[in-house]
T-cell receptor, first 114, second 113 residues
């Protein structure tokens, strides 16, 4: 079993839809959770960064962490064609050796159709 | 937009050639990273550096080597390229203590024939 599981999609939605992207993980040492967005032919860029369980909102984006279920989500409201990209979840343990290292999911490719 | 640059963006080269992938950042970040990314697969860390004269191997075994002589520069070298090295190579940097916030370059797509 991989440490981080993410459905690669592809996921296609109409403009304006609410998108839900998810990752599950098996390593209970993971304490920091990130979502990166990667456009085609570009490097990933950080979208959301969370530490504790619960929700964090930034504009149209909401990151949700449920440590008890080892499950994280990214919600995109009012999705736009410019949101079309691959979304990568990433996570790392807190402090100590290995805290430098992010473990990534495979990424979910999202297309928002006008 | 992150100030981290990679050259070349694309490289097609024959087996056995020596190649160096360049990575530079102007943010003064101490930590730098090299990742390998294949289509539909996770990013895997192959090398990282805490600062000048510090280099470590990541979780994915790689035949490449890196050096960190200057804070802003973190080149990756393959002494003898093979078709199995065909991949996308991504360079990233972060501030020390903020490893979750990594800034990525645009990547180098390498094809070894």
């Amino acid at each position: 079993q991989k440490e981080v599981e993410q459905d690669p999609g592809p996921l296609s939605v109409p403009e304006g839809a609410i998108v839900s992207l998810n990752c599950t993980y098996s390593n209970s040492a993971f304490q920091y959770f990130m979502w990166y967005r990667q456009y085609s032919r570009k490097g990933p860029e950080l979208l959301m960064y969370t530490y504790s369980s619960g929700n964090k909102e930034d504009g149209r984006f909401t990151a949700q962490v449920d440590k008890s279920s080892k499950y994280i989500s990214l919600f995109i409201r009012d999705s736009q064609p410019s949101d079309s990209a691959t979304y990568l979840c990433a996570m790392s343990p807190m402090g100590g050796a290995g805290s430098y290292q992010l473990t990534f999911g495979k990424g979910t490719k999202l297309s928002v159709i006008p | 937009e992150a100030d981290i640059y990679q050259t070349p963006r694309y490289l097609v080269i024959g087996t056995g050639k020596k190649i160096t992938l360049e990575c530079s950042q102007t943010m003064g970040h101490d930590k730098m990273y090299w990742y390998q990314q294949d289509p539909g697969m996770e990013l895997h860390l192959i090398h990282y550096s805490y600062g000048v004269n510090s280099t470590e191997k990541g979780d994915l075994s790689s035949e490449s080597t890196v050096s960190r002589i200057r804070t802003e520069h973190f080149p990756l070298t393959l002494e003898s390229a093979r078709p199995s090295h065909t991949s996308q190579y991504l360079c990233a940097s972060s501030e020390f203590g903020r490893e979750g916030t990594q800034y990525f370059g645009p990547g180098t797509r390498l094809l070894v024939l």
